[in-house]
């Protein structure tokens, strides 16, 4: 079996004010395609997915169009 795991995504976290979800966007493209290639039996997110309780919108798209 292959297992690809992940953690502590943190979508909507803001770093001394500034928005990281450009970047996060980035990650999300660049792991769909290491998914893509690795073709792994099981994807494991283990962790945050969200910096906060109450996400933007935004970060729940992100993590729902990924």
């Known amino acids: 079996m292959r297992l690809l795991h992940t953690a502590d995504?943190?979508?909507?976290?803001?770093?001394?004010?500034?928005?990281?979800?450009?970047?996060?966007?980035?990650?999300?493209?660049?792991?769909?395609?290491?998914v893509e290639e690795n073709n792994p039996d099981l994807?494991?997110?283990?962790?945050?997915?969200?910096d906060s309780a109450n996400p933007s919108a935004r970060a729940e798209k992100l993590f729902y169009d990924t």
């Open 43 to 50: 994807v494991l997110i283990a962790g945050d997915i969200y």
């Open 9 to 34: 995504w943190h979508l909507g976290k803001n770093l001394e004010g500034r928005s990281r979800l450009d970047e996060q966007e980035l990650f999300l493209e660049d792991f769909v395609k290491i």
